[in-house]
């Protein structure tokens, strides 16, 4: 049995690594390249973190595991109630112990640990009381690794700030995951780099010499402390495959569980659904949203429109514009989250509502209508279609679960997604004043998740330098299984056969 290493970039997109990989910044990247078969990688949709990286464990889609954002619909919305549907749907590394291999898996970003023939240590979500599994690895990890962080802390972080912390805990992986190297020996290594989404949510205006808005709010940065950021992603790489794989036979795969590209504008989806007579208030009451973000779309609107302005604003000047507006709308908020508004909300009358799921309209089903005639339902969804994709404002493309999705949990899913802009305007669920539209992203949050991702493998059992075939993220578990000539149960994935060198070892 060869070893097997995934490394997972959260968030990598070619979009911003091709030029990276060019410019000398990331040279195992770029040699990668030239020894393995590359190619975008298909992102399921929505495509977001935790459906991502499951899709990619399990080679299950969305549909199967009822999984299709961080949280699940709850008959009344709730708060943002974790999706846990299915997540006991055997993993990649499942099938390696089944044949009495050990495993390693390094920060997979979900809510619990999983049991593992090996280790596992949780990423974004998990607590830090119950973390790894064993359970006392955890006292390990404190002997090995000093204040080992699950998730980079970028609370009250400079620009520079964030890249030194990402740059701090990246380091902390690499030590704890040669460490396990040594001490568990795993045939199936899967390690997560978390900090790449972390950067390109924060700091897409200095990643993408695109962006078009101008740098509100952020400071400058050190540029080569930006470079050294990639740099350290891709050494660290390196130094893993080294000493994990170092001069014998194994395959290397790099993945990532969605793309990125810029936000540009914010869509208020429920106060769209509240003026279209979709969503009702008690009491008639217009909105209880934010007035903030009127104010602040005011102000910006006049930065904007004068070309002086918005051309000096924006890198010295424009953190202290930005603290100007804030200072002056201390008072009022931002927009009002749905879990504040909810509470005013009619939910004898309403008929649809966004919550708590990225850019997904729930039909409501307190609403004993749509509960009991499903020719009614579907008049609502084609209606609903209809006015949204036909917004003159604002490019809205709809999708209903039947579009997107093969499994027998659809029961699960939204009734409706929407993407806006092409994934430019951020869909928020939040409240603000009447506000549909805003001509910036929210929060300052200037980057964002996109469908293409990466896909790159190489090894004893892979074409070098083929670039031609197309791969979905459910394909990736059946692939590599059947590169180790592992039978496995039936997954909505394939193999991708296009890559492997010696087509034979292909068993499934
Ligand atoms: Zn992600």
């Given amino acids: 049995m060869n070893n097997n290493l995934i490394f997972g970039l959260d968030g990598a997109t070619f979009r911003v690594l091709s030029k990276l990989m060019e410019k000398g910044i990331m040279p195992y990247m770029n040699n990668f390249k030239k020894d393995g ?41 709730e708060l943002n109630k974790p999706a846990i549907h ?17 495993s390693a898996v390094i920060n997979f970003p979900y809510y619990t640990t999983f049991r593992i023939n090996g280790v596992y240590i949780g990423g974004l979500l998990v607590t830090n009381e119950h973390y790894t599994y064993p359970e006392q690895f955890k006292e390990e990890i404190k002997n090995i690794v000093k204040d080992y962080q699950t998730e980079v802390d970028l609370k009250n972080a400079s620009v520079n700030d964030i890249l030194n912390r990402c740059i701090y805990t990246i380091k902390q992986k690499v030590d704890l995951t040669k460490y396990i190297i040594k ?34 709010g952020i400071e400058n940065i050190d540029h080569d402390l930006l470079n050294k950021f990639w740099n350290t992603i891709d050494s660290s790489m390196m130094e893993i ?33 509240l003026k279209n007579g979709y969503l009702y208030m008690k009491n008639n009451a217009q909105s209880k949203g934010s007035t903030r973000i009127p104010l602040i779309q005011k102000i910006y609107a006049i930065v904007r429109k004068h070309p002086f302005l918005d051309k000096h604003l924006t890198i010295t000047k424009s953190k202290w514009l930005f603290d100007l507006i804030m200072k002056f709308t201390k008072n009022v908020g931002f927009e009002k989250k749905f879990e504040d508004v909810k509470e005013y909300i009619d939910w004898e009358k309403t008929i649809a509502y966004e919550f708590p799921i990225y850019g997904a309209i729930f039909l409501n089903k307190k609403n004993k209508r749509i509960m009991d005639d499903i020719s009614y339902k579907k008049e609502i969804i084609n209606k ?53 539209i805003l001509d910036y992203p929210p929060k300052m949050l200037t980057g964002t998740h996109r469908m293409d991702g990466i896909f790159l493998a190489k090894g004893t059992s892979i074409i070098k330098n083929y670039h031609d075939f197309k791969i979905r993220m459910i394909d990736i578990a059946p692939t590599i299984l059947s590169l180790n000539g592992i039978v496995f149960d039936k997954m909505d994935g394939l193999p991708v056969r296009d890559i492997f060198y010696n087509k034979s070892k292909d068993i499934n």
């Fill in 86 to 102: 299915n997540v006991e749907k055997k993993k990649i590394w499942d099938y390696f112990s089944r044949l009495g291999y050990r």
């Fill in 183 to 216: 001490k568990y020996d795993p045939k199936f290594l899967f390690v997560i780099f978390s900090e790449v989404d972390r950067i390109e949510h924060k700091l897409w205006p200095y990643i993408d010499p695109l962006y078009k808005l101008p740098k509100m």
């Fill in 241 to 273: 495959e080294k000493s994990y794989i170092g001069n014998t036979d194994g395959n290397v795969f790099i993945v990532s569980d969605h793309g990125a590209g810029p936000i540009y504008r914010t869509f208020y989806i429920n106060e769209w659904l």
């Fill in 37 to 77: 078969a590359v190619s975008i990688l298909d992102a399921t949709f929505p495509p977001i973190t935790v459906p991502g990286w499951l899709c990619i464990a399990t080679g299950s889609d969305p549909g199967t595991l009822g999984i299709f954002d961080f949280g699940e619909y709850a008959p009344y919305p």
């Fill in 384 to 436: 609903l279609r209809k006015e949204l994709e036909n917004m003159n404002e604002i490019k809205l493309k709809t999708y209903i679960p039947e579009e997107l999705y093969i499994g027998k949990n659809l029961d699960l899913s939204p009734d409706l997604f929407i993407v806006g802009d092409d994934f430019e305007a951020m869909i928020s669920s939040g409240f603000s004043d009447g506000k549909i």
